[in-house]
């Protein structure tokens, strides 16, 4: 049974700037939002087995440091060709957004099958041990070179379905409607709605 929410605040458990306006973007006014005290430099390991199981462990433990309801996400790209490969990797398949993308398209090669697909699963903790889940997908293929220059991540080389551009080239306003981080904080802002009738 869900637990009707109050609270107008919650945390967003990233540091991540370039998530943190895309996800206000797409929720709107509806809450408030702020992130983890910078003071606490800490790092929160990603051992889990899935993107939902990632999120859980940053949700719950941003939760406990600061006792507000959090929102934690992971997400992944997972491409056909390599098995679904980076996947939960995606964050650490290199050091920076360049050399994550050298090394997918080394690895792809010249792979007729460039299917893959944007995953991503947002954990909403509202009271210890009570959470929601919200998931989201877009599918597409990658790109035989980097090309845009907006968004972040392997935004530059993913073209979604439906489109002839990478998410770099259509602009946040495109990436923000159809993107998987956009379907699933629909279906979280449609909860938060709920929960405060």
């Known amino acids: ?23 206000k973007k797409i929720i709107g006014d509806l ?16 051992c889990g087995r899935s993107l939902v199981e990632n999120s859980y462990a940053k949700a719950i433990f941003v939760y406990r440091l600061h006792g507000l309801p959090t929102l934690a996400d992971d997400s992944g790209l997972f491409v ?25 398209l080394h690895n792809l090669g010249d792979a007729h099958d460039r299917r893959a697909a944007f995953r991503v699963a947002f954990v909403y903790c509202y009271e210890y041990g009570k959470y929601e889940v919200f998931e989201g997908e877009c599918t597409g293929e990658i790109g035989h070179e ?16 439906g489109y002839k ?23 979280f802002r449609k909860y938060l709605l709920e929960v405060a009738r």
């Open 1 to 23: 049974m869900k637990k009707k929410d109050k609270s107008q605040h919650i945390i967003l458990a990233t540091r991540n700037k370039n998530k943190v306006v895309e996800i």
């Open 80 to 104: 056909d060709a390599l098995e679904g490969e980076p996947g939960i990797y995606s964050a650490r398949y290199g050091r920076n957004d360049e050399e994550r993308i050298a090394r997918l």
């Open 165 to 187: 551009k990478t998410f770099a080239q259509l602009g946040p306003a495109t990436k923000n409607r159809i993107s998987h981080r956009a379907r699933a904080l629909r279906k």
């Open 31 to 46: 809450v408030s939002f702020a992130t983890p005290d910078r003071s606490l430099q800490i790092d929160i390991p990603e």
């Open 146 to 161: 980097p090309k845009g220059v907006s968004g972040f991540g392997y935004d530059p080389i993913f073209i979604p379905r």
